[in-house]
């Protein structure tokens, strides 16, 4: 664990000496004299939440038809979002993001959805489905008040990256604190092999002052610097990318030492960009496709050096 923390940092030294991110060492600073996050206590780990596709169950209808089904727990929860700093999170199943639901595009989806927060919650699906589905307050089951349950049930449609998220007011605070997670639906005849990951690009206002003290993709800042991501020489590499943070503007992805393929949304096979650089307001998602002709470890960050430096940055390790 601590060889790979120091690696890390002779690598973000590198980039340091060309001058382009220079902040870098006191935010990592931070993290190495500190004790890390305990993932094991928080329940889940973001190098799991990467690739920890929910397929959810499914069974078939008389017709044939697949039916796909998940249970989702708003439970409010105490999150160490970075070392020592608790956030008293209000989450999808325990973690942040929530599980990452994937479906095949065409199937009938049911999400039960149970509150057991103290707080009334919903959740909002981005993507095709009738208004009474739609998770916001006074249409359909309108929110779901403590203790309550409902079902939402629509089709898997468009193919794409979506996401889903509670939609109940003050709508920053419930977002900010944590519910929210990434909704895959995959072509009917899927995608390219790849090694796919997650990234859901999010942030904590941890002294409620409506801006962020931390950044990251899935939650922990610098985790992917600590332990970078291992992709293969030349392999496609697929991150499904998403926005959600709150309080600011605009976010964005960029990747050093190469140029990726970048689909808006996920809705078409063919690439908007050849590009290092996406900008991406709330709510805004992607599909990043590249591939790593050299071995090495390649830097991905926020290119707003604020994000970068307080949280948001991490590694691929090419091999
Ligand atoms: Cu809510």
Request: glycine share 10%; hydrophobic share 40%; with cysteine.
């Amino acid at each position: 664990m601590h060889a790979s923390a120091a690696g890390g940092h002779s690598g973000a030294m590198q980039h340091n000496a060309q001058g382009t991110h220079a902040g870098h060492d006191s935010g990592h600073a931070n993290f190495r004299n500190s004790v890390a996050v305990d993932h094991a206590a928080n329940g889940f780990d973001p190098h799991e939440v990467l690739r920890d596709f929910d397929w959810g169950t499914t069974r078939r209808l008389a017709n044939g038809r697949v039916v796909r089904e998940w249970e989702l727990n708003a439970i409010d929860k105490e999150i160490e979002v970075m070392p020592g700093v608790k956030f008293a999170a209000w989450t999808y199943n325990g973690r942040i993001p929530g599980p990452t639901l994937r479906a095949r595009e065409g199937e009938l989806l049911r999400i039960r959805f149970n509150n057991g927060s103290a707080h009334p919650h919903t959740i909002h699906f981005h993507g095709v489905h009738p208004a009474t589905m739609d998770g916001v307050p006074g249409i359909g089951a309108g929110q779901i008040e403590p203790g309550g349950s409902t079902v939402y049930e629509f089709d898997a449609l468009p193919a794409g990256l979506h996401l889903y998220h509670c939609h109940v007011r003050p709508l920053a605070e419930h977002i900010a604190k944590g519910l929210y997670g990434a909704f895959i639906v995959d072509p009917k005849d899927g995608r390219e092999e790849a090694n796919e990951m997650v990234m859901v690009m999010n942030g904590f206002d941890t002294n409620f002052d409506r801006a962020n003290e931390v950044y990251a993709a899935n939650t922990i800042g610098f985790a992917y610097m600590e332990q970078p991501i291992v992709a293969k020489r030349d392999e496609l590499v697929r991150v499904y990318l998403v926005n959600v943070l709150e309080y600011d503007l605009i976010n964005s992805f960029h990747l050093h030492g190469n140029l990726f393929h970048y689909f808006p949304t996920g809705t078409s096979k063919q690439p908007s960009e050849l590009t290092d650089t996406v900008m991406l307001c709330q709510g805004q998602r992607g599909i990043v496709e590249v591939r790593f002709p050299t071995a090495g470890r390649f830097m991905f960050h926020a290119h707003q050096s604020e994000f970068t430096e307080l949280g948001w940055q991490g590694f691929f390790e090419v091999t």
